[in-house]
């Protein structure tokens, strides 16, 4: 078992440094600004790198060209793979917790925007499993306290999540300072301090879109594993409910917290929301996407591509 360093950080400092020096990795500030809307924090960015991202459909389109150029139709063309084997450029530790390696997103939205990714192809499509849960938990703790700065953690399941590569990788960012998600709200306090597995997920009744939130206290594997199941058999439950397909979520984990939103579309009207959206973190490609993106609201984006709740349904969860 090979655990994390402790020059990791450092390591992501200096990778992220070299790789935009080199071209490798494409960053370039953005801007933010924050509003409260409905009694919610929202900090609205543009992240020139999105721009360049590729997209599925974009990856889906370069696939088809591969194959059409292929002088042996028959022979079977491999998918479009950023992580196997990632760029020399931005790869951090070639290997974590034996199974994982760490790499750096080609696309920054911010610096030292990293991710973990299983050393052999894995599927995006399918859930963490708890080793994916202690090793993603472990490296959010590791850039916590090397850093000094508060990450969260990210992972896009299903196409209507907004994932574009098909390699199982979780994403990591530092929390804008003095950004407060609102799932903090939830999980402070005594009610946090008591929940226990079994029990319904946290609901925060001024966010418009079904969520669902659990304190973390324990960090093991079976911890994680159940407390992550209970977010998916709800997931799956509400996705199954309102006919929504694939199934798609985004799942979001600071120290503190794990929380889960089911999604039912990529984007709304030709704007693409990302997993950070859903506490509050709306990244726009350029001011064009952010004028689109204030004006249409935040609340009502994200009720059109996740599902949309007032607060006071209680579906019957049967997973
Ligand atoms: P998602 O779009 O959620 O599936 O996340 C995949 C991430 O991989 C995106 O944020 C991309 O910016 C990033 N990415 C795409 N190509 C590469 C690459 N060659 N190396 C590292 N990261 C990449």
Redesign the pocket.
């Known amino acids: 078992m090979t655990g994390t360093p402790s020059d990791f950080y450092d390591k992501i400092t200096k990778t992220f440094d070299s790789a935009v020096e080199s071209g490798d990795l494409i960053y370039s500030k953005g801007t933010t600004e924050s509003a409260t809307i409905d009694g919610l924090t929202y900090y609205f960015s543009i992240v020139p790198?999105l721009e360049s991202?590729?997209t599925?459909s974009g990856n889906e389109t370069l696939l088809a060209k591969i194959s059409l150029e292929d002088s042996e139709p028959d022979v079977p063309t491999k998918p479009f793979d950023?992580?196997d084997p990632?760029?020399p450029a931005?790869l951090v530790l070639d290997e974590y917790e034996s199974d994982y390696a760490v790499?750096?997103?080609?696309?920054?939205?911010i610096p030292n925007?990293f991710?973990l990714v299983t050393r052999d192809f894995k599927s995006?499509n399918s859930p963490l499993s708890p080793p994916d849960l202690v090793a993603s938990y472990k490296l959010l703790k590791a850039a916590n306290s090397q850093s000094g700065k508060r990450h969260v953690g990210?992972f896009?399941c299903g196409k209507n999540?907004?994932?574009?590569?098909?390699h199982r990788?979780v994403?990591f960012l530092t929390l804008p300072e003095g950004f407060t998600p609102f799932p903090d709200d939830l999980v402070a306090g005594a009610a946090g301090k008591k929940y226990e597995d079994g029990q319904s997920p946290f609901a925060h009744n001024q966010v418009s879109f079904s969520h669902y939130v659990v304190p973390i206290h324990d960090t093991d594997e079976d911890a994680l594993g159940f407390r992550f199941s209970t977010l998916l058999s709800r997931t799956l439950t509400t996705l199954r409910q309102h006919k929504a397909s694939p199934i798609s979520f985004n799942f979001l984990f600071t120290e503190e917290w794990f929380l889960m939103v089911p999604r039912i579309a990529e984007s709304s009207e030709g704007t693409s929301i990302?997993?950070l959206a859903t506490i509050g973190l709306l990244l726009a490609k350029g001011d064009e996407d952010l004028k689109s993106i204030k004006e249409k609201g935040p609340q009502k984006l994200l009720e059109s591509v996740c599902i949309p709740w007032d607060g006071a349904e209680e579906l019957e969860y049967d997973y």
């Not at 790499?103 to 939205?109: I, T, W």
């Not at 999540?161 to 098909?166: E, I």
């Open positions: 790198a991202k590729p599925v950023p992580f990632p760029h931005l790499v750096l997103n080609k696309f920054s939205v925007h991710l995006q990210f896009n999540s907004g994932a574009s590569v098909s990788h994403q990302n997993a």
